[in-house]
């Protein structure tokens, strides 16, 4: 499985963005997990949004209201849609995957859990 993240950029306070995750090797008939993390110099990887091969979504606490994880209808491509950004969503933003794997089968914050990852793309919020 081979992952680019796309989309980022620099905005101010309140801006948004949407990042774009393309994935290949991924059978969309076949169960999978998908996920969002970021990093920041002063931060651990966090997971931020996760989305399974059902629509079940999950999102970190800081982020609800103002983030969506969705999957175009070909299930090659992870969006991540970030509205009302905030200066602390700067960060390395990563898309992750794990085959065969369901939300019920997946403690989606845990990092180590998912076996392929992008090279990140860079959002930065600034005042």
């Known amino acids: 499985v081979q992952l680019v993240e796309s989309g980022g950029g620099s905005v101010q306070t309140g801006g948004s963005l949407r990042l774009s995750c393309a994935a290949s090797g991924l059978t969309y008939n076949r169960r999978d997990c998908l996920a969002w993390f970021r990093q920041t110099p002063q931060k651990e990887r966090e997971a931020v949004a996760f989305l399974d091969s059902d629509g079940n979504s999950k999102y970190t606490d800081s982020v609800k209201g103002r983030f969506t994880v969705s999957r175009d209808s070909a299930g090659e491509i992870l969006y991540l849609e970030m509205n009302n950004l905030k200066s602390e969503d700067t960060g390395m933003y990563y898309c992750?995957?794990?085959?065969?794997?369901?939300?019920?089968?997946?403690?989606?914050?845990?990092?180590?859990?998912?076996?392929?990852w992008g090279q990140g793309t860079q959002v930065t919020v600034s005042t």
């Open positions: 992750a995957a794990r085959e065969r794997c369901t939300i019920a089968t997946m403690t989606w914050f845990q990092e180590a859990l998912y076996e392929s």
